[in-house]
């Protein structure tokens, strides 16, 4: 694992919400650029950036054209690099959004594989072998050209997937992970992510890199692909990143990656924190805590049997925000829980100042029910809340209208606010080693209100206790408590070895002789 993924804190930016310095109502890469000072100011000292390449933008991006070219609405190769460098003047790093799954119809690719003549892309994507024949458990697109076959789709029907293979070929068309084509495809990917290394950036997250070799159901196939990919850069590249989109650590990190997430899709118990009908994270008090720490536990030895990451996101662009439904100290006991936990926090663009969910838009580029978590950034008071200075009709994303929409400039003149809790968390989860990355970490309490663990280094053992609930709750542990290290909301109290957590709060205690 990279050196530097030990004290990373992720930053997510959608770049084309972020901001926009051309007055053409999208974000770009200049806009990024002008607000890495704020980014790291915040705490964060890494980027996770959402597809750039490229495309047409029927998938936001993730239905790539052209992967070794960047999207011109965002800016040049040359200004992509520009980026790399200005986050490295600032002790930063920044992953790119590897998307190797599938790429768009309108790529170079699938143009030519669509001809009937065969050539070295007739194999790159998954085609049945006649027109009237569907690819086993997947969608597909037909009669499109003159090559005889039906051609595999991920997801929406712009996005043909790429051939690496089958693990358990049934019928003809469908070749083993070793075949000439899979092969050339595996190859492909390498190629582009030597060309973006090599130019600067510092690593990949993976779009649903579980999903690559068909019919594996134990992964084992998409494990060796992997395998073969990982091991390639970190022969040549030692300190660049891998981070799936998996879900599933101990498949993921198997295959080589050094961070996974817990994801919205899969099991329920990151949902059951934070989206469902009664989440954890409410003044309500009806959640459980039970259902992810016991997912949590199982995901964690995995990811330090696997020596690597097991990662908790506030959200990202395919959630509801954190906001939804949340007051302003549902969300600061949401963080103190997210900035304590081992793994690299991520926090999604916008959820550090609580923007909200906006309701009711229509769909932009393939965003759907996910469009309302993708409106552009809030920064201050003047037009389009400093996001853009094109007419308010020409954000690609209608901005929120709420008269009590968030900004940062509000955010950060109130003392109080979200924001700066959050850079007292940072702050705090820096200067304390039982709280990085990779120190020890167990629960000591789940069945209900609050939720309490330990984090451990060699120097220091604290006591976490959250309490997202509306009534104050205490706990007794079978440590001495030390001193308070921090406290969120009123009457945070240690006496002997009991500590008193407040409603909708936090504390998080020493425990004496450690």
Wanted: aromatic fraction near 12%.
């Amino acid at each position: 694992m990279a050196k530097w993924l030990e004290n990373a804190i992720f930053y997510e930016i959608y770049p084309q919400s972020f901001n926009d310095t051309n007055g053409d109502g999208i974000g770009d890469f200049q806009g990024i650029i002008e607000k890495l000072d704020y980014i790291k100011d915040t705490g964060f000292n890494a980027i996770w950036m959402n597809p750039c390449f490229d495309s047409p933008f029927g998938d936001a991006g993730y239905d790539v054209r052209d992967y070794k070219k960047t999207a011109a609405r965002y800016g040049t190769n040359e200004d992509l690099k520009r980026l790399f460098d200005e986050c490295h003047k600032r002790d930063m790093h920044i992953l790119l959004d590897l998307v190797p799954g599938h790429t768009s119809v309108e790529h170079e690719w699938f143009k030519k594989s669509m001809l009937p003549e065969i050539n070295e892309y007739t194999d790159r994507y998954i085609w049945t072998n006649n027109i009237w024949e569907q690819p086993e458990g997947l969608n597909c697109i037909r009669g499109i050209s003159d090559r005889d076959g039906s051609a595999a789709v991920n997801f929406f029907s712009s996005q043909p997937a790429l051939n690496y293979g089958y693990a358990q070929p049934k019928f003809a068309y469908q070749q083993k992970p070793t075949d000439p084509g899979p092969m050339s495809t595996r190859a492909a990917i390498k190629d582009v992510m030597k060309f973006w290394l090599d130019m600067g950036c510092d690593g990949f997250r993976v779009d649903m890199a579980g999903s690559l070799v068909k019919c594996d159901p134990e992964y084992k196939e998409t494990i060796k692909l992997w395998q073969d990919i990982t091991g390639y850069l970190k022969s040549e590249y030692p300190e660049a990143a891998m981070v799936s989109e998996w879900g599933e650590p101990q498949y993921s990190l198997a295959g080589g990656f050094d961070m996974d997430f817990l994801l919205h899709f899969g099991p329920e118990g990151y949902n059951s924190m934070f989206r469902c009908a009664e989440p954890f994270f409410s003044k309500r008090g009806k959640g459980t805590p039970k259902i992810f720490a016991e997912q949590y536990i199982a995901n964690y030895e995995k990811a330090k049997a696997g020596g690597g990451l097991i990662c908790i996101p506030s959200g990202n662009h395919d959630m509801d925000r954190l906001a939804r439904g949340r007051d302003w100290d549902e969300l600061k006991c949401c963080f103190a829980f997210l900035l304590t936990m081992p793994g690299a926090p991520f926090v999604y663009y916008g959820d550090e100042i609580g923007m909200n969910y906006v309701e009711g838009l229509t769909s932009v580029e393939g965003g759907y029910n996910r469009t309302g978590s993708r409106t552009p950034m809030q920064w201050d008071s003047t037009a389009n809340d400093g996001f853009s200075s094109a007419d308010k009709t020409q954000l690609y994303i209608k901005q929120d209208d709420s008269p009590d929409r968030p900004t940062v400039e509000k955010q950060k003149l109130d003392t109080d606010s979200l924001y700066n809790e959050i850079i007292k968390l940072i702050k705090l989860r820096n200067e304390n080693t039982a709280l990085h990355n990779l120190s020890e970490f167990e629960f000591v309490s789940y069945d209900g209100y609050p939720l309490v663990y330990r984090r451990k280094s060699a120097e220091q053992e604290l006591l976490i206790c959250i309490n997202p609930c509306g009534d104050d709750k205490s706990f007794t542990d079978n440590e001495e408590l030390g001193e308070i290290v921090y406290s969120l909301g009123e009457n945070a109290a240690v006496s002997g070895r009991t500590v008193n957590i407040p409603a909708s709060g936090a504390v998080f205690v020493s425990i004496k002789n450690k």
